[in-house]
Nanobody
Framework: QVQLVESGGGLVQAGDSLRLSCAASGRTFSSYAMGWFRQAPGKERDIVAAISRSGLSTYYIDSVKGRFTISRDNAKKAVYLQMNSLKPEDTAVYYC????????????????WGQGTPVTVSD
């Protein structure tokens, strides 16, 4: 029902910023809660941020609060993750995900996934 493609990752220095984009295809994008996840080398995939269908509600893990901002543009069928003040511990492959719910914060709730975009933050 929905296909997701992430972009915007890259190699940056600590303190730099990146803006990740997730482009969605298919109908009724506004019916899906969206989330950003990340998986660091040798670790499990974890939630980073989530946003409700309308964009009125958002969720962030403590380690990114004040640095990352999730947003969506339902007209463009896109979700974004603005990442500021990047740290080496942010290094991971970042994934976009979708599910037909109001909002979701658990990996098991998400049904559709993108291929991931790598982010590497050096000292």
């Amino acid at each position: 029902q929905v296909q997701l493609v992430e972009s915007g990752g890259g190699l940056v220095q600590a303190g730099d910023s990146l803006r990740l984009s997730c482009a969605a295809s298919g109908r009724t994008f506004s019916s899906y809660a969206m989330g950003w996840f990340r998986q660091a080398p040798g670790k499990e995939r974890d939630i980073v941020a989530a946003i409700s269908r309308s964009g009125l509600s958002t969720y962030y893990i403590d380690s990114v609060k004040g640095r990352f901002t999730i947003s969506r543009d339902n007209a463009k069928k896109a979700v974004y993750l603005q990442m500021n003040s990047l740290k080496p511990e942010d290094t991971a492959v970042y994934y976009c995900a979708a599910v037909a719910k109001l909002i979701a914060t658990r990996e098991s709730e998400y049904e559709y996934w993108g291929q991931g975009t790598p982010v590497t933050v050096s000292d």
